[in-house]
């Protein structure tokens, strides 16, 4: 299944795709997608459902982040060693884990705003992992049974508040409108292997990012059992598996993004996503 969230920013109803690709109401069905839908039994109880029994919504709608109650947006760091190797860091021995805001959770085709006197706002293009199930040091053998789906991510970075401001990458990664998901939710039943994805990312049409999550050094399983050792994972949760290379920050000489920016992003069968970037308002 494609689930999704559309509608009004702050106001978003619940929606699936069907196999033609119409969007269809699920307000009669579900409230929202929550934790009550994204468990094995809310998801089975959607998937018993007739789509072309749903109502048709007409026209084109705004897709928002496809989850709602995120309670953690966790991220991943230097997952890809060629990613690793174009920031000059080391291979990881465990992975990094950081967080980002869920503030920062956006529409897929939302604009991106650089933040206020930022020089070094950068792309990542991630699979993001939605879990269904709570999980609480679950082993890697188990670790996808607590999975609900994925979703595409752009892990927008500020360089010099990550980098160049002393404490944690939180600081350049929680930046508001620096965490874009979706436009789909697509359900563990329609993602046979997810490591074995193609991704890619743009901007203003040159392609900067191109690699499939089979590169990653640590694999979904293993990262869901690893968080989970360290703090519950609650359904909603997301985790952003990490970029593979291309960034801004590893090009010679770096590109970050300027007002007036497309990027374009896009995960083998989870969708594609497309935003303008923009000034903050101090700095127009």
């Known amino acids: 299944m494609k689930l999704v969230r559309y509608g009004t920013a702050g106001k978003e109803k619940p929606g699936l795709i069907d196999k033609d690709g119409a969007l269809r109401d699920l307000s009669a069905v579900v409230t929202d997608i929550d934790a009550q839908v994204l468990g094995r039994e809310g998801r089975a109880r959607l998937a018993a459902i007739d789509p072309q029994s749903l109502p048709l919504v007409a026209g084109e709608q705004r897709y928002g982040a496809p989850v709602s109650h ?12 060629e990613h690793a190797a174009e ?20 529409g897929p085709n939302d604009d991106v705003i650089i933040p206020h006197r930022s020089v070094k706002t950068d792309w990542e293009v991630e699979l993001g992992v939605v879990i269904g199930e709570t999980a ?5 053998e188990n670790a996808l049974a607590h999975v609900a789906g994925y979703v595409v ?6 360089r010099e508040f990550q980098l160049e401001h002393g404490g944690q990458w939180v600081k350049g990664k929680s930046c508001d409108t620096f965490g874009p998901i979706g436009p789909w939710l697509v359900t563990t039943d329609d993602v046979p292997d997810p490591q074995n994805l193609d991704l890619w990312l743009e901007v203003n049409g040159h392609r900067y990012q191109n690699g499939n999550t ?6 979904v399983a293993q990262l869901v059992s690893y ?11 997301v985790i952003s598996t990490g ?9 010679k000489p770096p590109v970050y993004l300027r007002p007036g920016d497309v990027i374009e992003l896009g ?18």
Do not use: W
């Open 214 to 219: 089979r590169t990653m050094i640590f694999g």
């Open 267 to 284: 995960i083998d069968g989870l969708g594609t996503q497309r935003q303008r970037v923009h000034a903050h308002p101090n700095d127009r």
């Open 136 to 140: 609480r040091s679950v082993s890697v």
């Open 87 to 106: 920031t000059g860091a080391p291979i990881p021995e465990q992975p990094i884990l950081f967080m980002k805001a869920t503030s920062a959770l956006n």
């Open 227 to 237: 968080i989970s050792r360290y703090m519950t994972l609650l359904p909603g949760d």
């Open 70 to 81: 995120v309670s953690k947006f966790i991220c991943v760091g230097l997952n890809y060693s």
């Open 153 to 158: 991510v752009n892990d927008l970075s500020e």
């Open 243 to 251: 970029t593979p290379s291309g960034v801004g920050l590893g090009l």
